[in-house]
Antibody
Framework: EVQLVESGGGLVNPGESLRLSCAASGFALSDHNMVWVRQAPGKGLAWVSSITSSSDYIFYGDSVKGRFTISRDNAKNSVFLQMNSLGAEDTGLYYC???????????????WGQGILVTVSS | DIQMTQSPFSLFASVGDRVTITCRSSQTISRHLNWYQQKVGKAPEVLIFGASRLQTGVPSRFSGSGSGTEFTLTITSLQPEDFATYYCQQHYSTPITFGQGTRLEIK
């Protein structure tokens, strides 16, 4: 059974940092691209960052570029999101998501973790 | 960035009804469009990928259509477990973007 379990969230002050972790099990992490998606309280879904299976390509949304860093350790079946200079606008539920492909260019977000809450407030 | 616009924002319907949700993209995305369902307090789940391909295990009352800039998600014969929020998502180009969501509620 595919499982993605996020950890590392919590309450921090503006300007502080957090590092989210995602523990993957039930599949070979090294075979999949992974993404982080966030959802502000009561709001919709927003893609945050993507990392390819071998970390060759990494992408960020404009709102987090320069502040967040995605990484992975396939040997430890883990994906990470280092979040620096956090602001109130970063508050929300962060999901770790596995990307599947249905053809050479078509993808979808196949498996989602349960999400981890990040709250930025003084 | 490609903007995704769903309509309606919310929808009231009854068990057994047929409902359609529309998603429009600000530029053509071919058929690079997915649909997700999110129930309250739960992570989203994929329903449809590639505009019309049904994810394994998703009931056949769900269907998707469209290409280019206009897409629809149709649910025939609504069931109680279908009341949720639905999101479209384009993956034609980065950044991947979602629609704002359509909340489907019981009438």
């Amino acid at each position: 059974e595919v499982q993605l379990v996020e950890s590392g969230g919590g309450l921090v002050n503006p300007g502080e940092s957090l590092r989210l972790s995602c523990a993957a099990s039930g599949f070979a992490l090294s075979d999949h691209n992974m993404v982080w998606v966030r959802q502000a309280p009561g709001k919709g879904l927003a893609w945050v960052s993507s990392i390819t299976s071998s970390s060759d390509y990494i992408f960020y949304g404009d709102s987090v570029k320069g502040r967040f860093t995605i990484s992975r350790d396939n040997a430890k079946n883990s994906v990470f999101l280092q979040m620096n200079s956090l602001g109130a606008e970063d508050t929300g539920l962060y999901y770790c998501v596995r990307v599947d492909y249905y053809d050479t260019t078509g993808l979808y977000f196949a498996y989602w973790g349960q999400g981890i809450l990040v709250t930025v407030s003084s | 960035d490609i903007q995704m616009t769903q309509s309606p924002f919310s929808l009231f319907a009854s068990v057994g009804d047929r409902v359609t949700i529309t998603c429009r993209s600000s530029q053509t995305i071919s058929r690079h469009l997915n649909w997700y369902q999110q129930k309250v307090g739960k992570a989203p789940e994929v329903l449809i990928f590639g505009a019309s391909r049904l994810q394994t295990g998703v009931p056949s009352r769900f269907s998707g259509s469209g290409s280019g800039t206009e897409f629809t998600l149709t649910i025939t014969s609504l069931q109680p477990e279908d009341f949720a929020t639905y999101y479209c998502q384009q993956h034609y180009s980065t950044p991947i973007t979602f629609g704002q969501g359509t909340r489907l509620e019981i009438k």
